[in-house]
């Protein structure tokens, strides 16, 4: 797991200590890869964060432009 992800990972641990219903949208378009979710994915399942909402876009995204 990179970097990014896993301070993503100790700030979701972290927010659910604070807030145990807390929640999380995680957005991607077509140009996310697959094996860059996955990760994210496997990250959040290792600290048994397993309920979030994913936003998906079958079109680029207008910040990726």
Same mark, same amino acid.
């Given at each position: %797991? ?9 700030? /979701? &641990?972290?927010?659910? @200590? ?7 949208? %995680? ?9 860059? /979710? &996955?990760?994210?994915? @496997? ?23």
């Amino acid at each position: %797991i990179d970097r990014v992800h896993k301070k993503l990972k100790e700030w /979701v &641990k972290q927010s659910l @200590e604070v807030n145990p219903a807390y929640k999380l949208a %995680i957005k991607g378009d077509v140009t996310t890869k697959y094996p860059r /979710v &996955k990760n994210l994915f @496997e990250g959040l399942r290792d600290i048994d964060f397993l309920k979030f909402w994913l936003i998906t876009s079958q079109e680029k995204s207008e910040s990726t432009n």
